[in-house]
C-alpha cells in the first residue's frame, strides 16, 4: 500500500510533561496507522503502524527505521540490537514489510536540505502540526533548581512524541535533545524512583544528525571510572540494550521500580575542527511493560 495523503492517527497536547501525544490501535484491526509529519534540520520524522503482514511502499529517498513493537521482515529488524551494539537503520530498500505481529515504528527521511553538520541549535526548529509544542530549551533551563551538572553546558532539549494505545498507557516517549562537540552529558544511571513525570523506561538512542564521527554512547564500571568504553554513533545509528537484562531478555527492575542500568552516558565527540557542530538525537525511552524480546 502507499503512504496515506492525511494521517489517519489522532494527535492531542494535553499530556501532563508536555510534547504531542499520538494515539495506536494494536489489535491489528487497521492496516495502516500514519501520523503527520514534522521537520527539524531536514530530517522527516513520521509514526507508523502497520497490520499483520502489511506492506507500505515509501517514496524515494533516504530512509532510517526505527522499530519500537513489532517486527519488521523486510528489512529484518525487531526492537533490538545486541546488547551494547551499534547498527544502522538506514533502508536499502521502498519497500516494507511488516511481520506476522504488525510493527509499530519511527521513519526518518533526509530531505534535500539536510546537511551532514548540524552548525547551530535554530537549525534543529521544529515544524509541523502543533510544532509550537516540540520547543528547545537548554538543559540548564530543563532541570533549573534539579540539577546543577548541566550548568553553561552546550546542550538542549526539545518536549517530544508520548506514543500511547488507545486505553492511553505510553509504550514509548520519543526524547528529543542535542549536544555540542566534546560536551559529556553525565555517567549514570537512572536508579532514581520512577514518578509520574518521570516513570521508568528501557531507552535506545537514535542518531538523526551527528556533530562528528565520535561522538555515542560510553560504559563504565564507576562514574569515576576514567577509561570509558565508547561507542561511536553516525546518523541513522542506534544501539541495542544498556539496562539489565533478565534470562528471557526483560528489563532486571530495582526495588524502588527503576530499570536497573549499569553507569553509562553519551560523549560528543572532537573532529579537531573549530566549527560549531551538534548532536542530534531521539531517545526512545520505552515503557518496561512494552519491551519486547525475541
Excluded at 530530517?43 to 506492506?55: D, E, I
Excluded at 538506514?90 to 515504528?105: E, M, Y
Excluded at 509520574?196 to 569515576?224: C, D, I, N, R
Amino acid at each position: 500500500m502507499q503512504m496515506h495523503q492525511v494521517p489517519n492517527v489522532r494527535s492531542s497536547s494535553d499530556h501532563p510533561r508536555g510534547g504531542i501525544s499520538l494515539h495506536f490501535e494494536l489489535s491489528g484491526q487497521m492496516d495502516l496507522q500514519q501520523s503527520a509529519l514534522w521537520s527539524a534540520g531536514g530530517r522527516r520524522l513520521q509514526f507508523f503502524c502497520l497490520g499483520s503482514n502489511q506492506q507500505l511502499t515509501l517514496p524515494s529517498g533516504e530512509h532510517f527505521i526505527k522499530v519500537v513493537l513489532g517486527q519488521l521482515v523486510q528489512p529484518d529488524r525487531q526492537c533490538w540490537a545486541a546488547p551494547f551494539a551499534v547498527r544502522s537503520t538506514k533502508l536499502g530498500t521502498n519497500q516494507i514489510i511488516a511481520g506476522s505481529s504488525g510493527a509499530l515504528f519511527a521513519l526518518m527521511t533526509l530531505d534535500g536540505r539536510a546537511s551532514e553538520r548540524v552548525r547551530h541549535i535554530s537549525e534543529l526548529e521544529f515544524t509541523g502540526e502543533g510544532a509550537h509544542q516540540l520547543q528547545w530549551q537548554t538543559f540548564e533551563e530543563k532541570f533549573d533548581g534539579a540539577l546543577e551538572f548541566f550548568n553553561g553546558k552546550d546542550c538542549y532539549m526539545a518536549d517530544g512524541f508520548h506514543l500511547l494505545d488507545m486505553d492511553g498507557r505510553e509504550i514509548v516517549y520519543v526524547n528529543p535533545w542535542a549536544c555540542g562537540k566534546g560536551v559529556d552529558l553525565s555517567t549514570h544511571n537512572h536508579a532514581h524512583a520512577p514518578s509520574e513525570l518521570a516513570p521508568a523506561f528501557a531507552e535506545v538512542h537514535w542518531v538523526l544528525a551527528a556533530a562528528t564521527p565520535t561522538s555515542g554512547m560510553y560504559q563504565k564500571h564507576s562514574p569515576e571510572d576514567d577509561r570509558p568504553i565508547r561507542h561511536p554513533m553516525v546518523v541513522g545509528d542506534e544501539h541495542g540494550p544498556y539496562f539489565d537484562r533478565q534470562p528471557d531478555g526483560r528489563p532486571v527492575m530495582r526495588s524502588n521500580g527503576a530499570v536497573q542500568y549499569p553507569w553509562h552516558g553519551w560523549q560528543g565527540g572532537d573532529d579537531g575542527d573549530s566549527a560549531p557542530a551538534y548532536d542530534f538525537v531521539a531517545a526512545f525511552e520505552i515503557n518496561p511493560a512494552f519491551v519486547q524480546v525475541s
